[in-house]
């Protein structure tokens, strides 16, 4: 069992930025894949960023790129989501997730063994 917990969410004007954290109690933690994703009211949780073992490959959303950088520390079982020019449409709570099924990530949900509880991220316009 894995366990992931969040932190770092917050209330933010519109074109400020955020950093969130993620923390992670697997034991080999540089073969899980994590990723990023976000549920706002009413909606459906859509894909965020995802970054791979190494650190070494990530695929970002459209609606986010450009914007926001995932890296990770494999010597501290850390990954980070800096998330620069928020708009009021990025406002959702944000969940972190792990999987070792897929070494590269993806953006598929059902391909995630692990979630953390999610953090609340607010932007104001």
């Known amino acids: 069992q894995v366990q992931l917990v969040e932190s770092g969410g917050g209330l933010v004007q519109a074109g400020g930025s955020l950093r969130l954290s993620c923390t992670s109690s697997?034991?080999?933690?540089?073969?899980?894949?994590m990723a990023w994703f976000r549920q706002a009211p009413g909606k459906e949780r859509e894909f965020v960023v995802c970054?791979?073992?190494?650190?070494?490959?990530?695929n970002y959303a459209d609606s986010v790129k450009g914007r926001f950088t995932i890296s990770r520390d494999n010597a501290k079982n850390t990954v980070d989501l800096q998330m620069n020019s928020l708009k009021p449409e990025d406002t959702a709570v944000y969940y972190c997730?792990?999987?070792?099924?897929?070494?590269?990530?993806?953006?598929?949900?059902?391909?995630?063994?692990?979630w953390g509880q999610g953090t609340q991220v607010t932007v104001s316009s």
């Open positions: 970054i791979s073992g190494s650190g070494s490959n990530t």
């Open positions: 697997a034991r080999t933690f540089s073969i899980y894949s």
């Open positions: 997730a792990t999987s070792r099924r897929t070494f590269y990530g993806t953006s598929d949900s059902k391909e995630y063994d692990y």
